[in-house]
């Protein structure tokens, strides 16, 4: 791949939901300002939708939509890892085959452009098991790579050797790395040791991006999609914040106590008491008040319920399951950014300008 008169950044992270994906968003769109045709392409892609009848990552997916790029889909992500292909792989695996894929796709994607971003998927490892690793991938494409790392100190630090190791074994530059995801009150602090500890490594720190907790916080609609639940109402308020999860299993005039604007209230659908109490809360003039009600159990409340929280225009869920594993299930919710997401996209962009130094990273792609 060597030879060519376009610029390549690979973005791998040390960590499963370190903010890769983020990250590259707000990277392709500050760099629109210095590059004029900018390309992206998303080799090995694990989290996968259906689009155009192809099994396409949904991070790719993402980025087509919200920078309207125009590619063929299946070129923005020629591997796409289901369920069993590792097996499948192990079993009777063409290891030529997937290179070429990748090679073939990264030809169409980079023609006629300035810069390609390369998404990695995990950590410089994932993907050894298929032959494909993170570092693997950035070798074939000979793409230096920015490496994405979470807050603290002494961890970040590890990890980022670690990963930095596995890269230089394939014989792959390391650009620098961007902090993600640090708490406001640990900021100044962290930002000076991880620089210190990364500077006697000889390694860049290119950026430190504060926690902003707006983007973990998923709507209804992403619940709802995410868990495989069903919609009891029409009610229009999908695209509503989830900034609470409260579960309905007290006394109802106790419950009025901890909600709070943005609230999810989980409930058995027989406890009717709580609905109310929710509906209450809700049209006691609160700010948006309540983002949605989850009933679990399978149990659906009296029509003449389900008519009040109409009226108050409450997206209402079910689950067939208890309130326990229900309410497990949504905390444990991975929150991906989608296209329609249209202040968290704002939000993103501003934080990588604002934090990540995007004049040097281009600096250092032009050496």
């Known amino acids: 791949m060597k030879g ?12 499963q939901n370190d903010g890769k994906t983020t990250i590259a968003l707000g990277l392709i769109s500050a760099l629109k300002n210095k590059f004029k ?3 992206f392409i998303k080799p090995v892609g694990q989290r996968y939708l259906l689009e155009n009848g192809y099994k396409v990552d949904e991070d790719s997916v993402l980025i087509e939509k ?22 499948k792989y192990i079993l009777r695996g063409k290891k030529d085959l997937l290179e070429k894929n990748i090679l073939t796709a990264f030809e169409k994607i980079s023609h006629g452009r300035d810069l390609v971003i390369i998404e990695g998927t995990g950590h410089a ?16 494409l000979d793409a230096p790579v920015l490496l994405i790392s979470s807050g603290g100190i002494g961890k970040p630090i590890d990890e980022i050797l670690l990963n ?4 230089e074994k394939e014989g792959v530059r390391l650009l620098g790395v961007v902090i993600n995801k640090v708490l406001k009150e640990k900021y100044k602090k962290i930002k000076h040791l991880v620089g210190l500890g990364l500077k006697k490594h000889q390694i860049e720190l290119l950026g430190v991006v504060p926690y902003n907790k707006i983007l973990l916080t998923p709507t209804v609609r992403q619940i709802r999609e995410e ?9 229009p308020g999908l695209e509503n914040t989830v900034k609470k999860v409260v579960v309905g299993a007290m006394e109802p005039h106790e419950a009025l106590s901890y909600f709070s604007e943005g609230s999810l209230v989980i409930t058995p659908g027989d ?14 003039g609160k700010k948006n008040g309540i983002a949605g009600i989850l009933l679990t159990g399978g149990i659906i409340p009296h029509k003449r319920i389900l008519e009040f929280i109409n009226l108050a225009k409450i997206p209402v869920l079910l689950s067939r399951e208890d309130t326990y594993t229900t ?29 990540v130094q995007v004049n040097k990273i281009i600096a250092l792609l032009k050496k």
């Not at 060519?4 to 690979?10: A, M």
């Not at 994932?126 to 693997?136: H, L």
């Not at 249209?342 to 939000?347: A, M, N, R, S």
């Open 66 to 87: 919200v920078f309207g790029f125009r590619y063929r889909i299946k070129d923005m992500n020629p591997i796409a890892v289901e369920r069993g292909f590792t097996e």
């Open 37 to 39: 045709k900018i390309g």
């Open 327 to 355: 309410a497990s299930r949504v905390h444990d919710l991975t929150v991906k950014i989608r296209p329609e997401d249209k202040i968290k996209i704002k939000e993103i962009n501003y934080l990588v300008e604002k934090h």
């Open 125 to 140: 490892g994932v993907g050894s098991c298929f032959d494909f690793s993170n570092a693997r991938v950035a070798k074939i």
């Open 271 to 284: 406890r009717e008491d709580i609905i109310l109490s929710a509906m209450s809360f809700h049209l006691m």
């Open 164 to 167: 930095k190791a596995l890269f």
């Open 4 to 15: 060519r008169d376009h610029k390549k950044l690979f973005i791998a992270a040390t960590m």
């Open 227 to 235: 868990l495989g639940l069903k919609f009891l109402n029409a009610s």
